[in-house]
């Protein structure tokens, strides 16, 4: 079986996760600025987290596919599991933002976050595995500090967001300011970032 | 007429199919983990459910189609159909869900499972009459044991969720279980199933 | 400019009008399948008819894009016409079905197929055009009888709705058999169709 | 890394930006003509120009990739900010028709277009530079007059929205002007709106 269908579905699921967010965001009961920024400011700028997230997705997602050589069941079924934890994206987003970014909300969208790093990180070993000795795929990758780094980040924040001033707003700063840098990381150009990550993780 | 457009339109009808579904999880009212099992425990469950089964269907129609050569009027209504149905899903998941497992509700769901069943056998023996004597499909599915168990599998939850314990929950509790069983028997490894499939089927 | 992208952006657009439909269909709120028929009866039923339009339209514009060479500028808004009327689809089925198939609402539908029907020979005749004199299309197509017939039977349609009956239900009732008569003469198999019109439009 | 992935992508994307606008029309409580033009009259006609616009982006997006020769992770994320601005169309559209056109959702709706003109250029000069001095796209875009037109417009309008007759109407109605000659201007054949561009910009 070729990777081609596979990626179709895949780029369809995205935008379709990508985009329906946007119909999550309430229109603003007043006509001015001032309600405009009350009703929706939030809503706005938790959907570009996500927006965020799910490009990021989709982006390594494309360039994990093309050094992918054919699909097996096992392939088939882990790419299915990732396309399910992103699609609860809209739904952990909504109940962040409609709850005004209360305690256990952050942690799920934390939880969602990790869980979708979990199921890619085991769609990449499944076709790792499936290219045998020397895979393609696992030089192409390397070390992979980004991919690293990533879980631990997401699991300060749900920490964070669960035990941290648990009466305040402490924990869920620092919980989002993790998933924001997070997303940062990814996003930022390759080189400046490998270059920090290179000091960083040099004993590695 | 060639394989590929159809294929591009039945995946962006599946990839809708399999992502709106999350639009009908409804946000908890409260924010704690308590309130989100409440409301959306089962939801996600039933959510995932539907997702396998769409997948499923996705999958079996993108091999199915890799063996078909070309698409004559009848396979194009065929598939319309078998998309159809499918698009059903989202209705139907969502009644069973928010009717709480109510007794006709997952009859429905069972009716829809049987639905999608057939409109795939009419679809593949359109193809396979298509393709004339030495059908490469029809070699290809073989005896199709997978596909001849889910039928009677989906009839006994239907049975069960109408007919047995219609004042208690045990119906609707194996029916459940059934439809659980038809999906995990097309997720699980091929090679594990098909031997087990084999021993159980060897007289035919 | 090829036309390949411009197809797959049309798949995309029916894919999701053919399917959000199913997002209009109300939960029942009984638990039986009597308040299933009640609530969602009619809404199937509908939902079905406008599933059958649009896929007539993807399979024809499937076909006539099989001999369109390139996509020039009024090609590109032309097809934007036709997807922008079929996207009206569901908005009108919509109101068609809440309004229990009052006369205006059916009207309606009735200038939405209409103006589907006007756009897309809008579109064809922009391909024929700019294929010059001796057009693979406009052989292809030849006398287009099915098409031809189809405008008065929506009028038909559209007339009755408006002026049979204004009290009570027969010109509705004549005004769907009209629409479900023209959706019918696209899904039956060509052959018997065709020998049909050709002999009523031997005279043509 | 090719540029056919991001396209599909992109196309999946503006393909439910365009169409999920339907769903925010509101079904007429009323049976009858009036009240579908009091409920939906304007709404029909602010999704006629949202969609005119995502039209256009979309066949410009299409043109610009043509002469596109791969991706890289500058043009991935300029692409990305652009259709995150784009996705915003269902909101502000929603908001602007909602208010019934009062003035700060008019403004917004003008920063909108105004954000996906600015994101548009980012993308297309992210491109040029990736090409390097004798870049293909620069040439065949040239001076790119009516993408030299279209911010000025959008601000005009935006301009009007906010400070022109704020207790009246003429403010509003100019900026809607603005924005429905922004559109115009794209769609109108080439060659006569280029003539006119020429001449209009000739000491340029």
Known sequence: MKTSRLEAFSDGVLAIIITIMVLELDTPEGHDFES???TTGHGLLTYLLSFVYVGIY???HHHMFQLADRVT???LWANLSLLFVLSLFPFTTS???ESDFAHTPVVVYGLNLMGAAVAYFVLQQTIIRGQGVDSRLRRAIGRDLKGRISPPLYL???LCAQFVDPHG???VVIALA???????MW???DRRIDRAVRELGSPD
């Open 156 to 158: 300060t924040g749900i």
């Open 73 to 75: 069941g096992g392939v």
């Open 169 to 171: 707003r402490a924990g």
């Open 178 to 184: 993790c998933y924001v840098a997070g997303a940062l």
């Open 187 to 189: 996003v930022v150009p």
């Open 58 to 60: 989709w982006s390594n």
């Open 36 to 38: 405009l920024w009350r």
């Open 95 to 97: 109940w962040m933002e």
